[in-house]
C-alpha cells in the first residue's frame, strides 16, 4: 500500500486567527453591492407568472418612455441561448415553453433599479398556459402510479450481490418510506454581480460567487466569446453553502448579457425576496427502502430508491444524485445492494447545490431506518450499529475498499461513551401518559466522501500555482493562486498555513489573495469538501517543489554550490553553516529572475478506481466519519420539542485549523438544526410560500442547544498533510439523529422532515386518539 | 401613492397639537409612523401600498412616557417594547405585558417598536395584544376634535381593522393595574425561541382565594382575525374550585372558542388544540 511519509507540522494545527476576520467583524469587508462603479446600470427581470406554458409574445407598454432603457431578448443574445451545465436543457431567456414561475423572459437595464424595474413591469407576456407538476407530493404520487409519465432528469443504478435472492433468504423485510422538503441556504448577502466591458475587449465579471471557473466557460458559449475575454472574479462572500455554486453563472449571464448591449457596466442585486424566490434550493427528497434482517442483526440486503425533485431544468442535479445514493445504504456492512436513483422534473426553480449535496437527504432517510432496523429485530439502536459499522477493510456499497484512515467505529464508540447513552437511552420517555416532559435520545453514524463524487477529481485534475513576488510593501510574498474561494469556511487561512509548513518558513512569508481567472489556475469548483483536502495536498507539494526551486538558486548564486535547505524561515548551508533569512533569500531571487511560479496538479493515488458508468469501485479518494447523539425534550402540554444537547464526534483527517474546523462544525450543526426541525417551503399555485426573512424561519443563537463536539485524527495517507473534508459533514446527521430521539421520547416515528410540533400532533393524535 | 421612500413625504411636527393639526386635513393627513418596524416591512414588500405622506409621532414627547395612577399604569403611544420590558411599573403591575414585550424581535425591533404602533398595526399575531386585553383598559385616542377612550376589547375590529377614525392617533393607554395576590402569565408559541412570529400566543389573569377562582381572564393571539378573549371560558371556571374538573372543562371550552386557519406558521387543527391546553398551562402553573 502506497503511503506517503507524513511531516512534521508546526503551523498547521494551529488554531490561528484568519486575516480576513477584522474587516468582516468591522463591517469594512467589500461586497458585490460595496464597491462602486462608475455610470453602471441596473438590471431587473422580466419572469413568468405562470409554472408552465408556452410563450407567445412580448408586448411592450407603448406609454412607456423606453429611450432610457436598454431590453435583452434572446434575439440579442450574441451565442447560443444556453446555460452549459450538465443538461444544456435551461435557456438563459425562456423563448418558448416556459417550465417555472420566475423563469427569465426578458432582460431590463436602466440608469436606476427603480427604473429598470419599473421597465420590467412594462413588458407584459403573452402565455399559453400548460399543466404544471410543482411539489415533491405531486411527484411522488406520480412516480408510484405511473414513472413514465414523470420527466427525468437524470437515473443511476448501484448493484452489489443479488438483491432479489437475499430479501428472499431474509428472517425479515422492512419497508419505510421517508421524505424532505427544500431548504434555502440564506447566505448573509443575497446574490449580486457586476459585469464591466472593458476598453480592451475583455468582458469583467465582479461578485459574489463560489466558483469563478464555473462562470467563465459557462458563460463563454452565450456570449460567443473565447475564454481569454472573460475576467470573472470574485467579492467578498458572507457565506454561500452551495447556493453560490452553479447559480451565479445566471445573474453574470443577465449582467453580461445587458452590459454588452448597452456598452456600459450593468448591475444586478437581489433583494432577500427575490433572492429566496429566484435562486436554487436544496433538493426535495424522498427515499424507499425495503431491507432484509437476519434474526442476529445482520443487514442482508438494502433495496432503496432515492428521488430528488430536480425543479425545471438538469443543472447539477445528477450529481446530487450521484452523491445521494452513494450515501443511501453507506456506513454498513451490507453484501446485497440495489439502490436506484432518479430525478424528476417538477416546475419549480431548478434545484441545486447546498451544504451536503444530498448526502444529508439520503443520511436522513438512512439513519432513521438504521433505527427502525434495529427496533424490529429487538436491538438497540447502538448495539445494532456496533454490530454492522463498516470497519477499516471493509467494503463499501459500491465496493470500494476502506483501506486507510478510517475514523469508524471510533468516532460511534466515543460518541456513544461521551454522552453515556446507554443508561440515557433506558429512560426515555417513550410517550409516558402524565409526564410533564418528555425525554429521548437519539444517534446517527455517517461517513462523508471527501471531493468531487465519482469521477469528478480525475476528470477536474485540480490545478494550483504558487507565486513568489513582492507585496504591495516590496516583501517577497508566496500567494497561494487558486480558484478556491474564501466564503468562510478559512481558505483564506488554512493554505498560508499549509505552505508555511511545505516550505518551511513562516506565516507572514505566505499569503492568499482573493481569485481572479486571470491570475488563477483551474483548481476546480470551492464544494464537495475539497477544498482542504484536494487543493490543500496540491498546494502543499507546490510548496515543496518552490522550496526545491529557491534552494537550487540559493545555493547556486549564494552558498558556492552547497547544498542547501530551506528550515525554519532560513537557508541553511550545509558545509560552512550560513543561514540565509528567507526574505534575504527570495528577495535575492526576484531581484535577479523576477517572480517566480510554479504549478502543481492534483493525482489520486494509482488505487483509486472507479467506474462512472456501472457506479463499482471507489466512489471517493476517502470518507470524512461522524457520530451526531441529539437529546432532546418534548413540552407534552404543546408538544414543543427542544433540542437540548448535541454530542458529536468527527474524523475530518488531519485538522489543520482546529478553530476554523470547529467553527464550520458548530456553524453546520445549527444549519443541520434548521433543517431538521424549523426551515419550511411549501409551493403554492408554482411560488414559494415562505419568500421572506419573516416567514422563513432559521435558528438564532438562542436555538442553539449545548454542545459537546470533538474530533479524532485518521489524516488521509497519500498526501499531505491529510486532511479529508470538513465543509459537509455537519449537515448530514442531526436531522435522523433527532427523529430517533424524538420516538425515544414521544413513542411516534416522524418520516417527513422538517420535524414540527404539528406534525408530532397530527401523528399523536392518529395514533392515540384522545378526547379534547 | 409613492412608489419609494425617496418620494414619500414624512413630516416631523414639533408637538402632539401639531401632528393633530396635521391629522385634521385632508390634504395634510399621513399616515402616522412610529417605530416603523411593521410599516416599514408592509411598505417595501408592498403587502400596504406606500402612502404619499406619513406622520412621525416616535419623537413626540407627550407621547413617550409611562406614569402611574391609583389603579393604573397609563402607557404612551410611542413608548417602546424596551421600556416597557425595562418599565418597574409595568414589571410590577402588567407582568404578562412587559414578558410579552420582551419577546418580540430581537434589540433592534425592541428598541425601534412601540406599543400603538403595534396596537394599530391590528394584527392578530401583535404580541402585546393579549396582555392589553386582559387588562380591560383603554385606548386612548386623540384628534383635533378631542380625546376619546375606547375600551381596549372593542378597539380591534376585524383583521387589521381598528375603530380610530381617520384623523385620529393613539396617544397613550390607561391599564388598570393587576389586583393585590393575582399573577399573569404570558406564553408564546413560535417556530424559534427568539425573533419569532407567533404560532399561538396569549396571556392570562388569574386571582385565587381560598382554593377558588375569584378572577380569571384570558386572551389568545393568532387563533382568530383578531386577538380574542375567552369569556366563556372566563365564565365557566369563575367562582370554581381550581381543581382538574375545572382545569378539564377549561381546556375543551378554549379549544371550541376558537377559530384558527391554516397558514404559513401553523396548522389550524393544532392550533384550536393547543389554546386548550395553554389554557390548562396557565391554570396548572397557579395550581403549583
Not at chain 2, 396571556?203 to 393571539?221: K, M, N, P, T
Amino acid at each position: 500500500m502506497e503511503s506517503v511519509q507524513t511531516g512534521t507540522y508546526k503551523v498547521i494545527g494551529q488554531g490561528l486567527t484568519r486575516p480576513d476576520a477584522d474587516e468582516k467583524v468591522r463591517g469594512q469587508a467589500v461586497y458585490a453591492d460595496d464597491f462602486h462603479v462608475p455610470d453602471a446600470w441596473y438590471g431587473a427581470i422580466v419572469r413568468s407568472p405562470v409554472s408552465h406554458g408556452r410563450l407567445k409574445g412580448l408586448r411592450r407598454n407603448p406609454d412607456f418612455d423606453w429611450s432610457q432603457v436598454v431590453v435583452v431578448t434572446p434575439e440579442d443574445i450574441p451565442g447560443n441561448n444556453i446555460v452549459d451545465m450538465m443538461g444544456r436543457d435551461m435557456p438563459f431567456i425562456a423563448y418558448d415553453e416556459i417550465q417555472y414561475v420566475g423563469e427569465p423572459l426578458a432582460l431590463v437595464a436602466a440608469p436606476t433599479r427603480h427604473l429598470a424595474r419599473e421597465a420590467a413591469a412594462n413588458i407584459e407576456p403573452d402565455i399559453e398556459e400548460l399543466p404544471a407538476l410543482c411539489t415533491l407530493q405531486e411527484m411522488v404520487a406520480q412516480y408510484k402510479k405511473d414513472p413514465e409519465q414523470l420527466h427525468e432528469l437524470s437515473a443511476q443504478t448501484i448493484r452489489k450481490g443479488n438483491v432479489d435472492e437475499a430479501l428472499a433468504e431474509a428472517d425479515m423485510v422492512i419497508e419505510r418510506e421517508y421524505s424532505a422538503g427544500h431548504q434555502e441556504q440564506l447566505y448573509i448577502e443575497p446574490q449580486g454581480m457586476v459585469a464591466i466591458p472593458e476598453g480592451d475587449g475583455t468582458l469583467f465579471i465582479h461578485g459574489s460567487m463560489q466558483c469563478p471557473y464555473y462562470i467563465n466557460p459557462e458563460l463563454c458559449e452565450t456570449l460567443d466569446m473565447p475564454p481569454e475575454k472573460l475576467r470573472v472574479k470574485q467579492s467578498a462572500v458572507g457565506g454561500a453553502f452551495g447556493g453560490k455554486e452553479e447559480f451565479p453563472t445566471l445573474i453574470a449571464g443577465y449582467c453580461a448579457l445587458l452590459a454588452l448591449k448597452a456598452k456600459r457596466p450593468v448591475k444586478i442585486i437581489y433583494d432577500r425576496n427575490q433572492d429566496i424566490l429566484y435562486s436554487t434550493k436544496r433538493h426535495p427528497s424522498w427515499s424507499r427502502y425495503k431491507v432484509g434482517l437476519k434474526k442476529d442483526g445482520t443487514i442482508h440486503a438494502i433495496q432503496c430508491e432515492f428521488l430528488l425533485d430536480g425543479g425545471a431544468y438538469t443543472t447539477l442535479s445528477p450529481v446530487v444524485m450521484y452523491r445521494g445514493i452513494l450515501h443511501s445504504a453507506m456506513g454498513y456492512r451490507c453484501e446485497n445492494v440495489a439502490i436506484d436513483g432518479h430525478v424528476y422534473r417538477t416546475n419549480t426553480f431548478p434545484n441545486g447545490a447546498f451544504r451536503g449535496f444530498g448526502a444529508p437527504q439520503a443520511l436522513w432517510a438512512w439513519e432513521s431506518m438504521i433505527d427502525e432496523l434495529a427496533a424490529a429485530c429487538g436491538m438497540t439502536p447502538q448495539a445494532f450499529r456496533l454490530q454492522n459499522c463498516l470497519r477499516l477493510g471493509d467494503a463499501t456499497p459500491t465496493g470500494g475498499l476502506l483501506r486507510d484512515s478510517v475514523g469508524s467505529p471510533e468516532v460511534l464508540e466515543k460518541t456513544l461513551e461521551r454522552c453515556g447513552f446507554n443508561e440515557k437511552w433506558d429512560r426515555c420517555s417513550r410517550g409516558k401518559p402524565g409526564e410533564r416532559k418528555w425525554y429521548g435520545i437519539g444517534v446517527s453514524f455517517f461517513a462523508h466522501g471527501a471531493g468531487f463524487t465519482g469521477d469528478g477529481e480525475a476528470r477536474i485534475k485540480a490545478k494550483v500555482a504558487l507565486d513568489l513576488e513582492y507585496d504591495e510593501q516590496r516583501a517577497p510574498i508566496v500567494n497561494v493562486r487558486i480558484s478556491s474561494t474564501e466564503m468562510g469556511q478559512g481558505t483564506c487561512i488554512i493554505m498560508p498555513q499549509i505552505v508555511a509548513d511545505a516550505m518551511s518558513i513562516d506565516l507572514k512569508h505566505a499569503a492568499y489573495p482573493m481569485p481572479d481567472t486571470f491570475k488563477v489556475p483551474d483548481s476546480g469548483p470551492t464544494v464537495a469538501s475539497r477544498t482542504a483536502m484536494v487543493v490543500g495536498s496540491t498546494v502543499y507539494s507546490a510548496g515543496q517543489k518552490l522550496k526545491a526551486e529557491l534552494e537550487t538558486f540559493v545555493s547556486e548564486t549564494l552558498c558556492d554550490g552547497q547544498p542547501v535547505v530551506l528550515r525554519d524561515n532560513a537557508f541553511h548551508a550545509e558545509y560552512d553553516g550560513k543561514q540565509i533569512p528567507f526574505d534575504e533569500g527570495a528577495a535575492a531571487y526576484l531581484a535577479s529572475n523576477g517572480p517566480l511560479r510554479v504549478y502543481d496538479q492534483f493525482k489520486l493515488p494509482p488505487h483509486i478506481k472507479w467506474n462512472q458508468k456501472t457506479f463499482e469501485g471507489d466512489a471517493y479518494p476517502a470518507y470524512s466519519w461522524g457520530c451526531n447523539v441529539v437529546e432532546l425534550e418534548v413540552d407534552t402540554l404543546t408538544y414543543e420539542i427542544d433540542v437540548t444537547k448535541i454530542t458529536a464526534y468527527y474524523d475530518i483527517g488531519r485538522l489543520l485549523n482546529p478553530i476554523m474546523a470547529m467553527g464550520q462544525i458548530q456553524g453546520g450543526l445549527i444549519q443541520a438544526l434548521g433543517y431538521a426541525a424549523m426551515e419550511k417551503i411549501e409551493v403554492k399555485n408554482g411560488k414559494y410560500d415562505a419568500d421572506r426573512m419573516q416567514t422563513y424561519v432559521i435558528p438564532t443563537a438562542m436555538d442553539g442547544p449545548e454542545m459537546d463536539l470533538h474530533f479524532v485524527e485518521y489524516p488521509w495517507d497519500h498526501a499531505q498533510p491529510g486532511a479529508k473534508g470538513v465543509g459537509e459533514i455537519p449537515m448530514d446527521g442531526l436531522a435522523p439523529a433527532m427523529a430517533n430521539a424524538l420516538e425515544a421520547a414521544s413513542g411516534v416515528r416522524l418520516r417527513d422532515l422538517p420535524i414540527t410540533p404539528e406534525q408530532l400532533f397530527a401523528e399523536l393524535q392518529a395514533t392515540q386518539p384522545r378526547s379534547a | 401613492m409613492a412608489t419609494t421612500f425617496e418620494e414619500m413625504n414624512c413630516a416631523f411636527p414639533a408637538n402632539l397639537a401639531e401632528a393633530l393639526e396635521l391629522m385634521s386635513d385632508e390634504q395634510t393627513r399621513g399616515r402616522p409612523l412610529a417605530g416603523g418596524t411593521d410599516l416599514m416591512v408592509q411598505w417595501e414588500s408592498g403587502v400596504l401600498p406606500m402612502p404619499e405622506r406619513a406622520i412621525s409621532v416616535k419623537h413626540l414627547p407627550e407621547l413617550r412616557t409611562i406614569e402611574e395612577s391609583d389603579d393604573a399604569v397609563i402607557i404612551g403611544s410611542a413608548v417602546t417594547h424596551m421600556q416597557l420590558r425595562r418599565s418597574d411599573a409595568v414589571v410590577r403591575y402588567l407582568p404578562s405585558l412587559a414578558d410579552a414585550a420582551a419577546t418580540i424581535g430581537g434589540y433592534q425591533i425592541q428598541t425601534m417598536g412601540t406599543v400603538g404602533g403595534s396596537v394599530a398595526n391590528a394584527s392578530p399575531a401583535g404580541d402585546l395584544a393579549p396582555s392589553i386585553m386582559i387588562s380591560d383598559g383603554d385606548v386612548i385616542v386623540a384628534s383635533v376634535r378631542g380625546e376619546r377612550a375606547i375600551p381596549v376589547n372593542e378597539f380591534w375590529t376585524g383583521y387589521r381593522k381598528t375603530d380610530m377614525a381617520e384623523d385620529e392617533i393613539i396617544v397613550r393607554f390607561r391599564l388598570p393595574k393587576m389586583p393585590e395576590g393575582a399573577c399573569e402569565v404570558w406564553r408564546k408559541l413560535g417556530p424559534r425561541k427568539a425573533q419569532a412570529i407567533s404560532k399561538v400566543m396569549g396571556s392570562c389573569r388569574l386571582l385565587i382565594s381560598d382554593g377558588h377562582i375569584e378572577q380569571f381572564r384570558v386572551a389568545i393571539g393568532s387563533v382568530a382575525p383578531v386577538c380574542v378573549r375567552l369569556r366563556a371560558v372566563e365564565e365557566l371556571v369563575t367562582g370554581k374550585p381550581l381543581n382538574e374538573e375545572a382545569i378539564a372543562a377549561a381546556e375543551a371550552c378554549a379549544a371550541e372558542s376558537v377559530k384558527p386557519i391554516d397558514d404559513i406558521r401553523s396548522k389550524a387543527d393544532y392550533r384550536k388544540w393547543v389554546t386548550g391546553r395553554m389554557v390548562r398551562g396557565f391554570l396548572e402553573q397557579s395550581l403549583g
